[in-house]
């Protein structure tokens, strides 16, 4: 199982940047799907996270700003990044929790990240 991130780049204070997460390879089922960051020099941290179902989680610093959502039927999570501000300058990487087949334990997997840099 792959996670492709894409989406980051270099973004003034106040922009928006929009990140997609797409799982491939043997998938049979994608429980919860979401996004970690990590800023230089700190331990990575949950920005949000979602249920198949589509209920969302965010972390504090990013409530009300940032918005997660996902295709189920394309196997991808979205990360809308709004207000954006230096602090949330980091490497983003998107996780999800797989079962490869219906026999097998659910797996966690993690995406290879994408930088999102914000300046003031």
């Known amino acids: 199982v792959q996670l492709q991130a894409s989406g980051g780049g270099l973004v003034q204070a106040g922009g928006s940047l929009r990140l997609s997460c797409a799982a491939s390879g043997k998938i049979y089922s994608i429980n919860g799907m979401g996004w970690y960051r990590q800023a230089p020099g700190k331990q990575r941290e949950l920005v949000a996270v979602?249920?198949?179902?589509?209920?969302?989680t965010y972390g504090d610093s990013v409530k009300g700003r940032f918005t997660i959502s996902r295709d189920n039927a394309k196997n991808t999570v979205f990360l809308q990044m709004n207000s954006l501000k230096p602090e949330d300058t980091g490497v983003y990487f998107c996780n999800a929790d797989v079962r490869t087949s219906w026999s097998i334990a659910i797996e966690n997997y993690w995406g290879q990240g994408t930088q999102v840099t914000v300046s003031s």
């Open positions: 979602i249920t198949r179902g589509g209920s969302a």
